[in-house]
Structure formats: C-alpha cells, structure tokens
C-alpha cells in the first residue's frame, strides 16, 4: 500500500502543475516563491518519469529548487514569500553578488534567475506542443524551443549534453499519455491554459529582473 502511494506521489500529472501556476500570482501581480518552487518540483517529476538520460538535467534544476526551500525555511524565510520581496531584501541587504561570483554563489535572485530562463523555454516548448500535429517531432520541438532561449545561457558543453538528451525523447503520444491528462484533445486544451499562466509569470519576473538590473547576474 505504502509503495503505491509513494509511486503515485511521484508521479507526474500536467494539472498539478497547472494548478501550481494558478496559484503563483498574487491579487498584486506578486509571485508566491513557494508555488514558483512547486511548479518545479511538479515538472521535475515529469523528467524524472522520462529517464536517467535527463538526470543531470533534473540534479541542476533540484539543487537550485533546494536553495530557493531552503531559504523560504531558513530564519528570514518571511522575507522570502515573494519574488519581488526577495528581489528587496537581498538587494537591501547587500546578499546578491551583482556583477562576479563573490560572497554569495547561492543568492535567491541568481539562483531563481536560472529557473527563470528555464522557464521561458518551457513556455516555448509547450506552446509548439500545443500547436503540433501527430508526427511531430518532440525533439525537435524541444531543441527548437531550447535554442531560442536556454542555449543562449549555456556553454558549449552544455548545448551538446542538452542536444544529446533532446535526441532519445519519447514522442508525442508518449510525452501527452504521461502528461496524465487524457486524450490528447485533453492535453492540447490543458496546454491552452498552461501556457498564458506561465507566460505571465514568466513576464513579471522578467520585468521585476530587468527593472533592478538583474538579468546578468553571475
Ligand atoms: C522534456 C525535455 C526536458 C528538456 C529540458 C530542457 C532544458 C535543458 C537544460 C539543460 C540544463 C543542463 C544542466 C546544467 C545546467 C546549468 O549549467 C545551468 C546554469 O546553472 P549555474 O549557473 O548554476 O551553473 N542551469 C540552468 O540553466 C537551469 C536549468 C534548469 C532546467 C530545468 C528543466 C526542467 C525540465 C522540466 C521538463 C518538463 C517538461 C514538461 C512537459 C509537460
């Protein structure tokens, strides 16, 4: 019984993280960092369920996912319910290193600046899911949505490690049965809400980054 139960909490269902991204946004346009955090957390359960080849991929993602909890836990913890009071207190209190790596490797905003470009690659990759037909490629998709965004934050190695996974994903009827939502008339109308919610996430944060010079942060 027990193991069922952890089985099924492991499991990846597209609207839990739906329901994540519904709850992000305060009635002030302000992002909860504990539902920013979940919504992770969901989508690395998703890429844990497609293999070990993305286990570096999903190692990256769950250390910084660790950071950002840890802070929320830590003993100023309140300072951290949201992206913009976070942004303020560490700013405020001199805990980002702004222009090298410095005292503080581990800040919240360099740390959740790299889920944030994730995120818009996220939103690119879902949106051309979304839109695809039965014989696309989900690779493709994926690869073009990762060079329009991600990539042009990694290294080298990385883009060819990244590539190198992108090659070996299942396609799309697999991808949309383990999405866990239904037919895949079900998944394109799920993906149809998604979308919009992520990509309005996507663009307070980018905005609250760009206006406190935040967008290159070591
Ligand atoms: C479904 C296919 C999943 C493909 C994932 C595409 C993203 C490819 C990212 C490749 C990252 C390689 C790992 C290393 C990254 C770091 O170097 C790099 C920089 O960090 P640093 O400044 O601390 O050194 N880190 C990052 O850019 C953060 C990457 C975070 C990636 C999170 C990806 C989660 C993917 C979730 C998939 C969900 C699919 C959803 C379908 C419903």
């Not at 992770?40 to 996912?65: E, P």
């Not at 836990?73 to 209190?93: P, R």
């Not at 939103?123 to 991600?150: G, H, I, M, Q």
């Amino acid at each position: 019984m027990a193991g069922s139960e952890a089985a099924d909490e492991q499991k990846f269902c597209l609207q839990e993280v739906l329901d994540t991204y519904r709850l992000c946004l305060s009635p002030e346009k302000e992002v909860y960092l504990e539902h920013y955090v979940a919504g992770w957390r969901g989508l690395v359960k998703f890429l844990n369920s497609l293999g070990s080849v993305f286990g570096f991929i999903s190692k990256d993602a769950v250390t910084k996912i660790q950071i950002l909890v840890a802070l929320l836990n830590g003993e100023n913890g309140s300072q951290y319910s949201t992206l913009q009071s976070m942004v303020k207190y560490e700013l405020d209190n001199g805990l980002v290193d702004l222009t090298k790596r410095g005292p503080h490797p581990d800040s919240g905003c360099r740390t959740l600046l790299r889920l944030h470009r994730a995120l818009r690659w996220l939103e690119l990759f879902l949106e051309r899911l979304r839109v695809s037909t039965e014989d696309s490629k989900t690779s493709a998709l994926c690869a073009e949505a990762y060079n329009e965004s991600l990539a042009q934050h990694h290294p080298w190695v990385v883009r060819k490690a990244a590539g190198m996974a992108f090659l070996v994903l299942p396609g799309r009827p697999t991808f949309f049965e383990v999405m866990n939502v239904g037919p895949p008339e079900q998944v394109v109308s799920m993906l149809g809400e998604a979308v919009p919610l992520i990509s309005e996430v996507y663009k307070i944060t980018e905005e609250l980054y760009a206006e406190h010079n935040l967008l290159d942060l070591p």
